[in-house]
Nanobody, 123 residues
């Protein structure tokens, strides 16, 4: 089983910064990407940023956070981070860490999630 534990959420004024961290335990599984999603109220869970686990460590960002958020990971993708700068009230949401597993034989993808951490940005 893949386990993910987030930390680093909180309350911040607009223009401030927060750094989210996620510890990933995915022993014996192939993980192709790790990242962050967010969910505001009862809206759908939306992608914020992902990064591949191969040597390229290619990041992908949703348009609204480009230039403000930076995703990074450690060498073995056991930790993933999201540095959030110049935060805006519309960034308020529960942020979820994500790991995408790839099955060895079927190549089927399965998403695993952390418990979520609340980020609140005050105007």
């Amino acid at each position: 089983q893949v386990q993910l534990v987030e930390s680093g959420g909180g309350v911040v004024q607009a223009g401030g910064s927060l750094r989210l961290s996620c510890e990933i335990d995915a022993s014996h599984f192939i993980i192709e990407a790790v990242g962050w999603y967010r969910q505001a109220s009862e809206d759908q869970r939306d992608l914020v940023a992902t990064i591949t686990t191969d040597k390229s460590a290619t990041p992908t960002y949703t348009e609204s956070v480009k230039g403000r958020f930076t995703i990074s990971r450690d060498r073995y993708a056991k930790q993933v981070f999201l540095q959030m700068d110049n935060l805006k009230p519309e960034d308020t949401a529960i942020y979820y860490c994500n790991a995408r597993r790839v099955a060895r034989t079927t190549f089927a993808r399965t998403d695993y999630w952390g418990q979520g951490t609340q980020v609140t940005v005050l105007s």
